[in-house]
């Protein structure tokens, strides 16, 4: 079983910047896709970036060119950096690790993108 605990949440202004982390208690090596998604209230849950086969991850187009997805597989922690925070990038942000055919979520940290 793998726990993921998310961090790096917070209010921010438009324009500036966050590093989400999520630590995982298990390696994430085992993680087949481990990515971040997003819900903002009363919207469904969206892929925001993801790593999948390989070290190249996707991004919604949404995010593209202001969000970087990395990670540390040492340290067990998935990064996401954001920059150029806009106000529609205010959601819950989740980190997911699919690990075999078990799917494992972080509970969440808030962003919120305000003036």
């Known amino acids: 079983q793998v726990q993921l605990v998310e961090s790096g949440g917070g209010l921010v202004q438009p324009g500036g910047s966050l590093r989400l982390s999520c630590a995982a208690s298990?390696?994430?090596?085992?993680?087949?896709?481990m990515g971040w998604y997003r819900q903002a209230p009363g919207k469904q849950r969206d892929l925001v970036a993801i790593f999948t086969s390989g070290n190249t991850p996707y991004y919604a187009d949404s995010v593209k060119g202001r969000f970087t997805l990395s990670r540390d597989n040492a340290k067990n922690t998935l990064y996401l950096e954001m920059n150029s925070l806009k106000p529609e990038d205010t959601a819950v942000y989740y980190c997911?690790?699919?690990?075999?055919?078990?799917?494992?979520w972080g509970q969440g940290t808030q962003v919120a993108v305000s003036s």
């Open positions: 997911n690790c699919v690990w075999g055919v078990r799917d494992y």
């Open positions: 298990g390696s994430i090596a085992g993680c087949v896709r």
